[in-house]
């Protein structure tokens, strides 16, 4: 017979992917303090793990290990905090969770990492507290903890309009090579933002990008290289002018195209193909214009539970 401490604690896995922008299209600031956006998202493959343990009722806490967990408080104003906390407060106050966090995706890094890990624990949590809630009213929940939380629910490859959080998926053929590069420390997405106001009063223009939407739908990599669009690229590098010689470096060695991601400073190189993505990964490693070099693929599939044990 078992005693009570060998009863396992229900514990979910959910894993969940990074994004880049293919095009983020960005207007002029709001009133509401955010700029109305027309972006294409892709997740690509480079995850974080979430373990959600049942604890006792209104005890929400949070442990983080991996990339750059130094510099993410653990305390009320972590973002998977915040979205249990969400999720709890909607359904009755007497759900509680130890959230555990592995982090893959690097902090400020412009791959919504914090926003992956609002989406994993959302996922996690309603179904550790058995919630009837559809993947529709998470997404809502995400849209209020952050913009690019229902992306990193729904994955794939998605048009974002509103502040990113309006989706809608779009057709990408086969699979896109990527090479990402890290940079020492990250950069504040206000500040960029900011600093993309100065550069640009009037924002950017909103027009669909057509032709790069049409590229992903043939599945053709050299055209997609051609049309990447990021209207953050240039505070981004105002602010960090070294991912320019990153970006330098990358093009030279080839790469279909480049990018700052997001609002940086990681830089995401287009390959033709796996050779050609490890060719790139190794003389970006070698010139020493990056922290560290990774090669993904995308699109991939949004926050996915793993295991579920009752
Ligand atoms: O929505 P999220 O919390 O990720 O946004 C972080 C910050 O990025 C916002 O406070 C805002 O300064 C800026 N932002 C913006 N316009 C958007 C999305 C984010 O200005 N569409």
């Known amino acids: 017979m078992s005693s009570l401490s060998e009863i396992p604690t229900p514990t979910i896995r959910?894993?969940?992917p990074a994004k880049i922008n293919l095009a983020l299209c960005v207007g002029a600031l709001g009133e509401d303090g955010y700029h109305p956006l027309t972006t294409v998202f892709q997740a690509v493959s480079l995850h974080d793990e979430l373990i959600a343990q049942v604890d006792e009722p209104g005890t929400i806490?949070?442990?983080?290990?991996?990339?750059?967990?130094?510099?993410?408080?653990?305390?009320?104003?972590?973002?998977?905090?915040?979205?249990?906390?969400?999720?709890?407060?909607?359904?009755?106050?007497?759900?509680g969770v130890?959230?555990?966090?592995?982090?893959?995706?690097?902090?400020?890094?412009?791959?919504?990492g914090g926003s992956a890990?609002?989406?994993?624990?959302?996922?996690a949590c309603s179904v550790l507290w058995d919630l009837d809630v559809d993947p529709e009213e998470l997404r809502e929940y995400g849209a209020e903890l952050g913009s690019d939380v229902p992306f990193a629910l729904l994955g794939g490859t998605a048009i974002g309009t509103g502040r990113g959080d309006k989706l809608v998926p779009v057709l990408s053929r086969g699979a896109h090579h990527w090479v990402l590069a890290f940079a020492d420390g990250g950069l504040s997405t206000p500040a960029v933002y900011r600093r993309f106001d100065e550069l640009s009063p009037r924002g950017g223009s909103l027009e669909m990008p057509t032709e790069l939407l049409n590229a992903l739908a043939q599945?053709?990599?050299?055209?997609?290289?051609?049309?990447?669009?990021?209207?953050?690229?240039?505070?981004?590098?105002?602010?960090?002018?070294?991912?320019?010689?990153?970006?330098?470096?990358g093009l030279d060695c080839g790469a279909l195209g480049a990018m700052v991601s997001g609002s940086g400073p990681t830089v995401a190189f287009l390959c033709r193909n796996e050779e050609a993505a490890v060719a790139l990964s190794t003389t970006l490693g070698v010139e020493g214009?990056?922290?560290?070099?990774?090669?993904?693929?995308?699109?991939?599939a949004g926050a996915r539970l793993i295991t579920s044990c009752a």
């Open 219 to 249: 599945g053709d990599s050299v055209e997609l290289g051609k049309h990447l669009r990021n209207d953050l690229a240039e505070a981004a590098i105002d602010l960090r002018p070294s991912l320019q010689t990153t970006i330098d470096v």
């Open 289 to 300: 214009v990056a922290r560290a070099v990774r090669r993904v693929a995308g699109p991939v």
């Open 61 to 95: 806490t949070v442990a983080m290990s991996g990339e750059g967990t130094d510099e993410v408080a653990a305390d009320d104003s972590n973002l998977a905090v915040r979205a249990a906390r969400l999720l709890a407060e909607q359904h009755g106050d007497e759900f």
């Open 14 to 16: 959910v894993r969940v």
């Open 98 to 112: 130890r959230l555990s966090i592995k982090k893959s995706i690097p902090v400020a890094g412009g791959m919504a």
């Open 117 to 123: 890990d609002a989406a994993a624990a959302l996922l």
